[in-house]
């Protein structure tokens, strides 16, 4: 969870104001002419932003890593996959991020990145209650919120890959996590992300090219 949260606080900070923030300040105008244009920019400052997140997010988790399994010789049953799904979370949210800066100020985006973020944990810790409680209304409901916030599934599938071969009280303690546990996870959930990032870059080209500057 901390390598996620910190990697989104990074995200979202490198994105808020690349749109409307820029322009309020002037220096969005003279970058937008041609030859560059509007979608090329959009997508130069996405690669940006995760060209600088995705290192961070996996040095962090493999460094988080290597501490837990010299010091605590426990080490997860998936290495890779985890962290490159973790590090695919923080590039939807950089996306968000990037989206919410063609239509709000530097500040209403931030602010609503993070509750879209949290409302993702809330979703996390949910399932985990409806796991508990025998729920299936509860994890439905997870499910449904995390397939709507992708970034909550991508950090779920993460979970399993870390605690697939756990058993017993190990795994649950594991799985539980500060705000959910990894009860959405597979296929599934890594291809409607990537969908979902195509829609997302959709909608910020095609409202980019009708905002005034």
């Known amino acids: 969870f901390a390598t996620l949260f910190l990697g989104v606080v990074l995200a979202v900070f490198l994105t808020l104001g690349v749109v409307r923030g820029d322009a309020e300040r002037g220096l969005l105008q003279p970058l937008v002419v041609r030859p560059l244009g509007r979608s090329t920019l959009l997508l130069a400052r996405f690669l940006g932003a995760v060209g600088v997140c995705a290192p961070y997010v996996l040095g962090v988790y493999f460094t988080s890593m290597l501490i837990t399994g010299l010091t605590g010789h426990w080490w997860p049953d998936q290495i890779v996959r985890p962290g490159i799904e973790l590090a695919a979370a923080v590039a939807l949210i950089a996306a968000l991020s990037l989206l919410g800066s063609v239509f709000l100020?530097?500040?209403?985006?931030?602010?609503?990145?993070?509750?879209?973020?949290?409302?993702?944990?809330?979703?996390?810790?949910?399932?985990?209650?409806?796991?508990?409680?025998?729920?299936?209304?509860?994890?439905?409901?997870?499910?449904?919120?995390?397939?709507?916030?992708?970034?909550?599934?991508?950090?779920?599938?993460?979970?399993?890959?870390?605690?697939?071969?756990?058993?017993?009280?190990?795994?649950?303690v594991l799985e539980l996590g500060p705000f959910g546990g990894a009860y959405t996870g597979g296929v599934g959930p890594r291809i409607w992300a990537a969908v979902y990032l195509c829609l997302v870059a959709a909608v910020a080209v095609l409202g980019f090219s009708r905002r005034d500057l």
């Open 105 to 172: 100020s530097s500040t209403a985006n931030g602010i609503a990145i993070f509750m879209v973020f949290g409302a993702g944990l809330v979703a996390g810790l949910l399932g985990t209650i409806g796991h508990a409680l025998a729920s299936h209304t509860l994890e439905r409901a997870a499910k449904i919120a995390a397939y709507v916030v992708p970034v909550e599934a991508l950090y779920q599938d993460a979970l399993q890959g870390i605690t697939a071969n756990q058993h017993g009280l190990t795994k649950f």
